[in-house]
């Protein structure tokens, strides 16, 4: 199903626009024409058969970019699993009990931990600053995602791409 009007502007712009400076191919604006149908969304793209290959080749190109998932974004929010997951084994043993004790209660005062906050800041103090679990807990409040991820639109396809240009 091709995506709504709104998103598929804001896909154009993206593209036309490169903000984030991805390095999308030019669109060649006497690619295609098309018809739209009383609901915005375009039901018939007429292409000229020796440009096929050109709108293919700008298509792959920017699904490629678009769906690569290598934007690195802040987590909202981690799972208590998550957090306790990268605790590094030892440094957890080596905790005294009321410090283990303190690590359990910030993980279970809800049901997610913002991981820049401050149960992040307690764990720094518990465990240390230059501690394998900090290390590990600063690399994993991270997360890459696609270029589409990133601008609210989900996996872009083929046809998005073709759609928004027109």
Avoid: C
């Amino acid at each position: 199903m091709p995506i709504n009007k709104t998103k598929l502007d804001a896909l154009k712009s993206e593209l036309n626009t490169d903000p984030a400076t991805l390095g999308y191919p030019a669109w060649n604006n006497a690619w295609e024409w098309v018809t739209v149908t009383n609901a915005g969304q375009p039901s018939e793209v007429h292409t000229p058969s020796v440009d096929q290959p050109a709108i293919e080749a700008y298509t792959d190109a920017v699904h490629v970019i678009v769906n690569n998932a290598n934007r690195p974004v802040n987590k909202s929010a981690m799972s208590a699993v998550e957090i306790f997951e990268g605790f590094d084994d030892a440094e957890y043993d080596a905790l005294t009990a009321a410090k283990r004790q303190e690590v359990l209660s910030l993980l279970t005062i809800s049901e997610d931990v913002n991981p820049f906050g401050r149960t992040a800041k307690s764990l720094v103090r518990i465990f240390g600053g230059g501690s394998v679990t900090v290390s590990n807990l600063a690399a994993a409040r991270n997360e890459n995602v696609t270029r589409g991820a990133e601008l609210g639109l989900g996996h872009i396809h083929h046809r998005d791409i073709r759609h928004a240009q027109l």
